[in-house]
């Protein structure tokens, strides 16, 4: 199986400021990398797939990039309501996508 | 708009099985795979299950391999997830997902499963 790992698995950051987060699959990938973002007590949403191709109705401000085995999620001037995990996933092997284990964003 | 509407969570004793659905909406169910992903009390997401449009091809990640089986029912807009001889590591909020080119882009609110004696 394809492992994903994230880093990192929590982070502090203020109103403003610009956030990445890491994620690396245990063998390349190509770009079949998705993120999400979850709220407290909420459904996963997704942000961006492909890698790169941002969701409609996601913000501007986050940003994806990477191939093979390694990739970035960017959130640039966090927002009140960006406060929340992010998850990242595997959709290289079929209909079986794993997940990272998460990073939560919190504020500084 | 598409909803998704999961069911038939609850408290269960550890051995019994359990079977969870998802009614389906707002779309053509019978042309989308479908997915099933739990979440522990706490812990991260993780990948259950997964299903093609017609429901002939199945997939499970290895945690779940043997208990857990998927199906789905399209005159009735419907996926479903039996769960087998539960586990109290079974015990997370279990969401049906419609997957599109290879992600999940419609999620529900999930229902909850708790395994104990």
């Known amino acids: 199986d394809i492992q994903m790992t994230q880093s990192p698995s929590s982070l502090s950051a203020s109103i403003g400021d610009r956030v990445t987060i890491t994620c690396r699959a245990s063998?390349?990938?190509?770009?079949?990398l998705n993120w999400y973002q979850q709220r407290p007590g909420k459904a996963p949403d997704l942000l961006i797939y492909f890698a790169s191709t941002l969701q409609d109705g996601v913000p501007s401000r986050f940003s994806g990039s990477g191939s093979g085995t390694d990739f970035t999620l960017t959130i640039n001037g966090l927002q009140r309501e960006d406060f929340a995990t992010y998850y990242c996933q595997q959709s290289y092997t079929t209909l079986v996508y794993t997940f990272g284990q998460g990073t939560k964003v919190e504020m500084k | 708009e598409v909803y998704l509407v999961e069911s038939g969570g609850g408290l269960a004793q550890p051995g019994v099985s359990l079977r969870l659905s998802c009614a389906a909406s707002g779309f053509t169910f019978s042309n989308f795979a479908m997915s099933w992903v739990r979440q522990a009390p706490g812990k991260g997401l993780e990948w259950v299950s997964g299903?093609?449009?017609?429901?002939?091809?199945?997939y499970y990640a290895d945690a779940v391999k043997g208990r857990f089986t998927i199906s789905r029912d399209n005159s009735k807009n419907t996926l479903h997830l039996q769960i087998n001889s539960l586990r109290t590591e079974d015990t997370a909020i279990y969401y049906c997902a419609r997957v599109i080119s290879y992600h999940s882009d419609f999620w529900g609110q999930g229902t909850l499963v708790t395994v104990s004696s």
């Open positions: 063998q390349s990938i190509s770009n079949s």
């Open positions: 299903v093609g449009p017609s429901g002939a091809t199945t």
